[in-house]
């Protein structure tokens, strides 16, 4: 069975720590339910629409999460005036983790992505 090709965002980055991402996981049906879901992002871009340069972070793992250790991307990365940033990578997202996030200013950056989705097990 093939992962389906899925885009997320755009989504605007607050300055306080907020859920971005979770892939959905699957219950119910016939004799029980099915497998989460996982999700694998490929790219991310990072927009900053303001005339000022900001920051961002993301993390991975508990549902608002931002604790030390777990960036995955971008730590303080900054985005200068009216430009972007990309990502690319392979980052497995499971149905337990939260891709969370937050820029240096409200209303400054917005995130969107592409990636695959998939059914664990």
Do not use: C
């Not at 971008?74 to 937050?102: C, M, P, Q």
């Amino acid at each position: 069975m093939q992962n389906k090709k899925f885009r997320f965002g755009p989504v605007a980055l607050t300055n306080a720590v907020a859920n971005l991402l979770n892939p959905p996981t699957a219950t119910g049906g016939v004799n029980g339910g099915s497998s989460p879901q996982y999700i694998i992002l490929r790219h991310l871009r990072i927009v900053n629409k303001t005339a000022s340069a900001a920051t961002f972070t993301l993390y991975l793992g508990a549902t608002g999460g931002s604790a030390a250790g777990t960036e995955v991307v971008g730590s303080g990365k900054s985005v200068a005036a009216n430009d972007y940033e990309d990502w690319y990578g392979e980052l497995r997202i499971d149905s337990v983790d939260f891709l969370t996030g937050l820029a240096s200013a409200a209303a400054t950056l917005t995130i969107q992505g592409e990636g695959e989705i998939g059914v664990a097990g």
